[in-house]
């Protein structure tokens, strides 16, 4: 019997990415104060004690980034809901302004789909 070896998951990994999203304001609530590169909880790559790729990342502020981690305000639906409208709007902000990383795949609306 022959296993199927599923290809190991490459990680994207950008420093530069998750400073120029920490210096966004909150991309949730507006608050430009103590912004966070928030990771998605809902796929890419994410495993046990590894976060998910750095571009499927969310500009949020302390407080945002708690209620959709692990706040009980709302649903796990609307935490996802609420993230990925977050991390939409973080991408369009940098690609627009032309400072999104060469170096690091734009995420996929397939992507966003498979987090969903």
């Not at 210096?23 to 608050?31: K, S």
């Not at 809902?42 to 790729?53: H, P, V």
């Amino acid at each position: 019997m022959e296993f199927c070896k599923l290809p190991k998951h490459q990680y994207i990994r950008s420093k530069k990415l998750l400073r120029l999203v920490a210096e966004l304001p909150c991309q949730f609530c507006g608050n430009p104060h103590m912004v966070q590169a928030a990771h998605t909880n809902w796929g890419g790559g994410k495993g046990r004690g590894i976060k998910a790729d750095d571009n499927l990342i969310a500009a949020l502020c302390m407080s945002c980034h708690y209620d959709i981690d692990q706040g009980a305000k709302w649903s796990k639906r609307e935490r996802q809901q609420a993230w990925v409208l977050a991390h939409m709007k973080t991408v369009r902000a940098l690609t627009e302004a032309g400072t999104w990383p060469v170096d690091v795949p734009v995420p996929t609306d397939a992507q966003l789909e498979r987090l969903l």
